[in-house]
Each structure stands twice: as C-alpha cells, then as structure tokens.
C-alpha cells in the first residue's frame, strides 16, 4: 500500500524559502507520477507542480521560475522523496500543500481526480 507523508512546513516570510518533503513507501514508487497539489478554504485543489516517471516536470504559472519539484530514489526504494524547492515565496502562496502519487498519463498529471495516493498535507504561511 502506498503511503505519503509530507513534512516541511511552516511560516516564511515574503522572499524567504521553504522546501518541502514527501516520504512515499512504495515498492512501485518509480512507475508513479507524483505532483504537488495546494488548497485553501473554501476553494478547490490546485495543481502547483508535477514529475513524471522519466523526470519531465510541469508547473502553474503561478509559481514557474520560483518553485523546483524533484523525486529522489533507492534501488530498493527505501528512500524515496519527493520535494518541493519553494523560492521567493509570496502570501499568496499560503495553502496547506499536499502530495499525491498515481499512475498517471503525461496529458492529465495537472488534474487531483487522477491521483489515488494522498498525503495528509502540510500548512505554509507566508506573511510578514
């Protein structure tokens, strides 16, 4: 069964970064395509960064060029990680972060209703 726990989290100020963190325990962990997904209250699930199986990453616009999404593996994955590298960081980046794992194709990996493997989130606040 596969299991995601983030960690990482926290309050920034504006400019500042965070980087977060998702421990996956999968004997399949590498045939997954793993994302980054933010909410806030009262509004739906969105989709801030995704890594395929080979490597190709995606991101919203809203965090390009300020976010790094990348995946560390074992061989006998007993260390695999997926990481949020968060750059620059703006209040409205304030959600509580969730990763999620699934296989996914290339052309939906943006889209919550794919993935089946949820972590339980972690809070980031921006604020001065």
């Known amino acids: 069964q596969v299991q995601l726990v983030e960690s990482g989290g926290g309050s920034v100020q504006p400019g500042g970064s965070l980087r977060l963190s998702c421990q996956v325990s999968?004997?399949?962990?590498?045939?997954?395509?793993m994302a980054w997904f933010r909410q806030i209250p009262g509004h739906d699930r969105e989709a801030v960064a995704a890594?395929?199986?080979?490597?190709?990453?995606?991101?919203?616009?809203s965090v390009k060029g300020r976010f790094t999404i990348s995946r560390d593996g074992s061989p006998d994955n007993a260390r695999n990680t997926l990481y949020l590298q968060m750059n620059s960081v703006k209040p409205e980046d304030t959600a509580m972060y969730y990763c999620?794992?699934?296989?996914?194709?290339?052309?939906?990996?943006?889209?919550?209703?794919?993935?089946?493997?949820w972590g339980q989130g972690t809070q980031v606040t921006v604020s001065s």
């Open positions: 999968s004997f399949t962990y590498s045939n997954f395509a």
């Open positions: 999620a794992a699934g296989r996914v194709s290339w052309w939906l990996i943006f889209s919550a209703s794919e993935y089946n493997h």
């Open positions: 890594i395929d199986t080979d490597g190709t990453t995606k991101y919203a616009d």
